[in-house]
């Protein structure tokens, strides 16, 4: 394997870690609140799953990003040489995505955990408790906006 490739795989590997890992902590912070409020109040379980599940987003924009890189080495159809200096630029190209995803997914779980507490006091706010984690959400989706953009001005030489 070439050293150009072992870091594009790198930068693969960057992408999707951090970006699940951001996922599960953010999720994990929302489900830690949710079960709280629905230890007092089952039928508030289909309001909050929403909740929970809005920082699991960081973890499919990782995979994007390290899909996107795999598509553009041709990992998956028998990778060709890569250059050095292209590993290390796809590389870099990944940790928008990857690090973006890693503290907005952690962040957006505390927003969501407010958002659930907000619905156990007042479930007709719902809309409100979804807006706020949603605009933590906005950094995520830039950080694969610049990887994407990143690894499609990187030629492969």
Do not use: C
Not at 90 to 95: I, K, N, P
Not at 104 to 125: C, D, F, M, T, W
């Amino acid at each position: 394997m070439s050293l150009g490739l072992a870091l594009s795989l790198a930068g693969v590997a960057i992408a999707a870690l951090f970006g699940g890992i951001g996922s599960a902590w953010g999720v994990a912070i929302a489900a830690e609140a949710a079960g709280g409020v629905m230890t007092e109040d089952p039928e508030k379980f289909g309001r909050l799953l929403v909740m929970v599940a809005l920082p699991g987003t960081q973890g499919f924009y990782g995979f994007l990003g390290a899909f996107y890189i795999m598509m553009k080495i041709n990992f998956l159809g028998g990778a060709a040489a890569v250059a050095t200096m292209t590993g290390l630029q796809l590389l870099f190209a990944a940790l928008p995505v990857g690090l973006v995803g890693l503290f907005s997914g952690y962040y957006q779980g505390r927003a969501s955990a407010s958002g659930v507490y907000l619905i156990a006091k007042r479930p007709e706010e719902m809309g409100k408790a979804i807006i706020l984690p949603a605009m933590v959400e906005t950094y995520a989706v830039l950080g694969l906006l610049a990887t994407i953009l990143l690894v499609s001005g990187i030629p492969l030489q």
